[in-house]
Each structure stands twice: as C-alpha cells, then as structure tokens.
C-alpha cells in the first residue's frame, strides 16, 4: 500500500492506493490533527508520497513523524522543468507551487487535449496547459474566503453572520451584496480564463475546497467542465513514480 498526503495550508487530504494505482481509502482531515489520527487509522505502508505547501521546519516535522510510525523515509514531490510530458512556463522552476506542479501532472496524465486548471482553495490559482504539454503560465488571487476577509479587515463593514456562497444576482442586504459579488466575480473571471481552451475542445478541471461551489455555478451556465477533487494526488505518481 501506498499512502499519499496533500498536505495544504488548512487540511490534509490523503488517500492509500495499491502499487497498481488503485484506490483503497480516502479522506479529509484538519491540519492540526491530521497526521496523528491518520498514523492509528492506517496500516503500515510501503510508500508514503507527500506534496507539501507548508515550510520547511513543517516538512521536517512531518518527516520525523512519519519516520517514527512506519520506519519510513517520506518522499517529498517537487517543482521541475518538466516531468511527465509537462513542461513549465516557469524560469525558476522551483519557484511553482508544488500543488500547481502536481495538477497540471494529473491533468496531462488525463488526457492529451488543452487544460485550464482550477485549485479553488484558500487561493484561487488558474494555470493553462497546452495540448502539447507546455505550460503557459498561470494566475494566483485570493480565494473567496479570503477576498472576504480583506475587505472586512480593510473597511467599517461588520458582518455578524457567516458568509452564503450560493448566488451572483445583486445582493439585498451588505452581506449579500459582499459575498454575491466575490463569487460573481470569480465565476465570470474563470468562464474568461477557460473560453479559448474549451473552444479548442479542452478540458476545464475544477479541484480544491470549493471546487462544487464553483461547479454548481458553471452548471447554471452550461460551461463544461470536470470536478477533479484529488488531482494533486493523482499528480504525485507522476513526479514520483
């Protein structure tokens, strides 16, 4: 078995897989219990695959844990200049997010057309991958909790009442209007990233934390797309096969 850790700024996403690829179990935990409710969950596995965007005395932690669980030495992914039939647009490859890295692996492992890739998470980032393979750059913005928060920080506006992600039309009330218009915002800007690429026959990839928040939308407006909420994961064969 081979266990597999997204390890995010918020939570831990981690799956176990067979040396086949196979998925065995999945799940989701809190960044502050994560590794030690995982560690008495599983079993003992041949592999541990990790894709970190947290620091380095982070990383070392986490080494060491997995290191005294399961005798384990845990292979950390990497940005490259090119891995998999990806090529990055970056100079300083190790200067791209791990995360981004590793989609955009999946994503290319999918399937051979274009792709616009979507990681709703605390950031939202958008990163374009041509059919052949090159990357073409990307996008990073706040994400819609976080766009919420600057605003409340950086203004007189007190909203008592936890934010509703749910519809773009003008809002009614200061709370609907705020978080109506982050979320109009970011749909529309997403269906203008990703036109071209559909219109080449590309797949648009929706992955992260509010990945169904952003499908539901795109729904409404019949724009395709793919809900992919372990892509990172699937990335990690790929660097690390």
């Not at 918020?10 to 196979?22: N, P």
């Not at 970056?90 to 999918?110: C, F, I, N, Q």
């Amino acid at each position: 078995m081979i266990l597999e850790l997204d390890v995010g700024n918020t939570r831990l996403k981690w799956r176990s897989v067979d040396t086949q690829g196979g998925l065995l179990a999945r799940g989701v935990q809190g960044s502050e219990d994560a590794f030690d409710g995982l560690a008495k969950q599983l079993g003992a596995p041949q592999r541990v695959r990790v894709a970190c965007v947290r620091d380095a005395q982070f990383k070392e932690q986490l080494q060491a844990r997995i290191r005294a669980s399961w005798g384990l030495e845990a292979e950390f992914a990497k940005s490259s200049l090119q891995a998999a039939g990806v090529i990055t647009a970056y100079a300083k490859p190790e200067s791209l997010g791990v995360d981004r890295w590793l989609t955009m692996l999946a994503a290319k492992a999918r399937g051979n057309g274009a792709c616009c890739i979507v990681d709703a998470g605390s950031a939202l980032t958008v990163d374009l991958l041509r059919a052949d393979g090159q990357h073409l750059g990307g996008y990073i913005v706040p994400g819609l909790a976080m766009q919420r928060t600057s605003l409340l920080k950086s203004t007189a506006i007190r909203l008592p009442e936890p934010p509703v992600w749910e519809k773009t039309f003008p809002g009614s009330s200061t709370g609907a209007a705020i978080h109506n218009g982050i979320l109009s915002m970011a749909v529309a800007w997403l269906i203008s990233l990703s036109e071209s690429v559909l219109k080449s026959g590309g797949t648009l990839y929706l992955t992260g934390g509010d990945a169904q928040l952003f499908s539901a939308q795109l729904e409404l407006r019949s724009v395709p797309h793919e809900v992919a909420p372990d892509l990172v994961l699937e990335g990690l064969s790929a660097a690390l096969p």
